[in-house]
């Protein structure tokens, strides 16, 4: 078990409330990923969508260009 999926503790090491965990949803294309993300977010998870950062930072103007 690592940082990132160790209930109460954070990637820095630190305590977070009880009963919170990170989930990562991987997966190839098709897979169900952003079905997975929308069902996790209908019952209150928030969700980082790491696809829509890395197109806005590699899009024209975006701060990694």
Do not use: C, W, Y
């Not at 078990?1 to 160790?6: H, I, K």
């Not at 109460?8 to 098709?30: H, K, M, N």
């Amino acid at each position: 078990m690592n940082a990132t999926s160790a209930p109460g503790v954070d990637e820095g090491g630190g305590a977070r409330p009880s009963g919170l965990f990170v989930v990562g949803l991987t997966g190839g294309i098709g897979s169900g990923k952003s079905t997975a993300a929308t069902q996790f977010e209908a019952h209150g998870a928030a969700l980082i969508d790491t696809d829509a950062l890395a197109h806005a930072l590699t899009a024209p103007g975006g701060a990694a260009m």
